[in-house]
């Protein structure tokens, strides 16, 4: 298994989940619906977060000690970004097609 793959798929996982509901935001979209999106944007950051865990672990295997000390932090901090964007994008979608019905 190609592990580098897995920050490319956790990237593309995340951008997913904060795009889903920003278009979401600007389209007419029946707001029983919306909330299913809204969970998948949610699904899509775990999954997204769980590859970093998992590439982590590989590193852990392959005793890579710099390599864990180097990204560590951003890996953190990204992590955090994504999840505090993930609520607040999907705070905002269900505040704002909730408040039209």
Same mark, same amino acid.
């Not at 299913?36 to 949610?42: G, K, T, Y």
């Not at 005793?63 to 951003?74: M, R, V």
């Given at each position: 298994? *190609?592990?580098? %793959?897995?920050?490319?798929? =956790? ?12 278009? %979401? ?16 944007? %949610? ?19 392959? *005793?890579?000690? =710099? ?35």
């Amino acid at each position: 298994m *190609e592990y580098t %793959l897995l920050n490319i798929a =956790s990237f593309i996982l995340g951008i997913i989940s904060w795009v889903l509901p920003l278009i %979401l935001i600007f389209k007419n979209i029946n707001y029983k619906k919306v909330s299913i999106f809204s969970i998948l944007s %949610l699904i899509l950051t775990i999954i997204s977060i769980y590859f970093q865990f998992i590439y982590t672990n590989y590193l852990v295997k392959i *005793e890579d000690w =710099s390599a864990i000390e180097d990204t560590n932090d951003t890996v953190l901090f990204f992590c955090t970004v994504l999840i505090l964007g993930t609520f607040i994008l999907n705070f905002i979608l269900l505040k704002i097609k909730y408040k039209k019905n």
